[in-house]
């Protein structure tokens, strides 16, 4: 295919801002997604196109980072711009230190265990907030170098890519620590080589006993050419379990016991859950020493990570210390208590799900973003929760009333009304005639109407019909207004349509459903709802509703019976 000049220019230019931006070679991929953005009329010829711009690329990679900077100035100085504007920084969120625009690196990690939960998802928003406010990188890196205690779930890792995505995150690079074992294996070799690491045959009792009296472990002192030799034992499988663990060397007599040459590499006999990975190794680095060698790695220039991982920060120093490289700029944040859900981990809820005490990782009962999703909060929503609470180190306490106020905000313009009655009571009204109520969608009145015909019965909620008595007077909700003349059985008459009746006599005004309805049931953090509603909900697939006196639900299947997710009131 022949590419005019123009098309040539609009490619050359982009291949420069993603060279420029991440200071290295740009990227095919991202090249050709700003490309096809703005040439439209290429979109037909992708794959044809492709070789052609990576030509291009081609001809960028040869030149140096000044002539790349220099040639974009003179061919689209607005790109420049637009990279370094300076931005103010979103309201929770304080500028990060020493970072610059283009430069900033960060990662969310999370194992992939299960899927987010509200807690990680504040890693997801916050990180990518920061991100965007630099103009920088976001890579997601799954920490799933423990197959046996905290066994990653091969849904998981789409699971996080998939609510990433919702959440309006895309990252520039996604790792997968499994994939990289050699490389921890490299500067495993690099450490024993340079009598920074041993390896450990004391059991964990001894050693704890050893690290506590401040002492050293007998075999500390092993010269760094025996260790390599038992490295390599451990490698190619003659020692069991526990029988051997490299350890880092520290200061056995630091005041933190937990920095005293802690562990890098243990033996783990069970294969991992990844088809890819499956029973290569068993041998595997522990978290501090994974993520120490990823983030110098990738290039991490900031860290956000909760206060009780600080000594993480201090173990891992040692590390870059011995290696040589410059530790990333940590921030550490509190802990967050969200009311109503209590306390919780991924390895927890797994347990109850598997156990069938949840009915899954989606149920409304669950702080997982998958059941916040599907009970129909926004994820903008989400996001403006998650930046206001901003970074700080002390410990907060939050309703989740905050977060469904933000949702509320949404919703509500949007969510067309109707009526479900649970625990329905029959209702049968005298001296009336059939006929078609046509209340509102929405209380503005410019959704248009719903219609629903009755003939002389409607259903009502139990809890309405125990407050009612021989003779009171009450009005159904946008029909008419009806006086109880029984309630063992549940009896009224037809008094009038008047709503000045109602306004003179006070009148209980009480929501109401045909008795040729469609059944509902609504599931929801409290519990079980079953009852009967309006035949018109049956339109609302997937979308957010309110019932009226009720609360907001998202319709999530419709077949003979409906079936909402509880939003919020």
């Not at 001809?59 to 000044?66: D, G, K, M, S, W």
């Not at 920490?143 to 789409?158: G, V």
Request: charged share 30%; with cysteine.
């Amino acid at each position: 295919m022949t590419l005019t000049d123009e098309d040539k220019q609009i490619i050359e230019k982009y291949a420069l801002q993603n060279a420029v931006k991440y200071g290295k070679a740009p990227q095919l991929a991202a090249v050709m997604g700003k490309v096809m953005g703005e040439c439209t009329h290429l979109r037909a010829s992708a794959k044809k196109i492709s070789p052609v711009i990576q030509e291009i690329l081609d001809r960028v990679i040869e030149e140096t980072p000044e002539q790349w900077k220099a040639r974009l100035e003179a061919l689209a100085p607005e790109l420049i711009e637009d990279m370094c504007a300076k931005k103010e920084p979103v309201k929770g969120l304080k500028p990060l230190d020493g970072a610059e625009c283009g430069k900033v690196v960060m990662r969310f990690a999370p194992n992939p265990n299960g899927p987010p939960t509200l807690g990680s998802t504040r890693g997801i928003v916050v990180n990518s907030e920061y991100v965007k406010m630099y103009e920088g990188k976001l890579i997601i890196r799954f920490d799933d170098t423990d197959p046996q205690t905290k066994r990653p779930m091969l849904e998981a890792y789409d699971w996080y890519l998939d609510d990433c995505k919702w959440l309006g995150v895309v990252p520039d690079q996604v790792v997968i620590a499994s994939d990289r074992i050699p490389l921890y294996y490299k500067y495993a070799r690099q450490l024993i080589e340079q009598n920074n690491a041993y390896v450990c045959f004391c059991t964990s009792e001894d050693f704890k006993h050893l690290k506590d009296a401040k002492e050293p472990c007998p075999h500390r002192n092993t010269s760094p050419e025996a260790n390599l030799i038992q490295w390599d034992k451990m490698l190619s499988g003659e020692y069991e379990a526990k029988d051997a663990v490299l350890r880092l060397k520290t200061d056995i007599r630091h005041k933190d016991p937990a920095i005293r040459d802690y562990g890098i590499f243990r033996i783990i006999k069970e294969s991992h859950p990844r088809p890819e990975v499956n029973d290569r190794y068993i041998v595997w680095p522990l978290l501090d020493f994974e993520g120490a060698i990823e983030d110098h790695e990738l290039g991490t220039t900031h860290i956000i990570r909760g206060k009780d991982l600080m000594d993480s920060e201090k173990r891992q120093m040692y590390i870059y210390k011995y290696l040589g490289w410059e530790y990333p700029k940590t921030l550490h944040w509190g802990r967050v208590k969200m009311h109503g859900f209590g306390k919780f981990s991924t390895s927890t809820l797994r347990r109850a799900i598997e156990e069938g005490e949840y009915s899954g990782w989606d149920d409304p009962r669950l702080p997982t973003l998958r059941a916040m999703r599907r009970r129909g909060i926004q994820p903008q929503a989400i996001r403006k929760f998650m930046i206001e609470m901003g970074v700080g180190e002390t410990d907060m306490s939050i309703s989740m009333d905050t977060l469904y106020a933000e949702n509320r905000k949404m919703v509500d313009p949007i969510a067309n009304r109707y009526f479900f009655v649970w625990d329905p009571v029959e209702l049968t009204i005298a001296d009336v005639e059939a006929c078609t109520a046509r209340p509102p969608k929405h209380p503005t009145g410019d959704k248009g109407h719903r219609s629903i015909d009755v003939a002389g019965r409607v259903l009502i909620c139990m809890d309405d019909m125990k407050q009612l008595k021989t003779g009171s007077h009450i009005r159904l909700k946008d029909l008419y207004n009806v006086e109880i003349t029984s309630v063992a059985p549940l009896r009224a008459k037809y008094i009038g349509d008047e709503v000045t009746d109602l306004k003179k006599e006070r009148m209980k005004i009480i929501h109401w459903a045909p008795v040729d309805g469609i059944p509902v049931k609504v599931l929801s953090p409290d519990g079980e709802f079953k009852g009967m509603g309006e035949k018109m909900i049956a339109t609302e697939l997937d979308k957010i509703v309110q019932f009226e006196r009720f609360g907001f639900c998202r319709i999530d299947s419709v077949s003979s019976e409906i079936v909402a997710y509880f939003t919020h009131r």
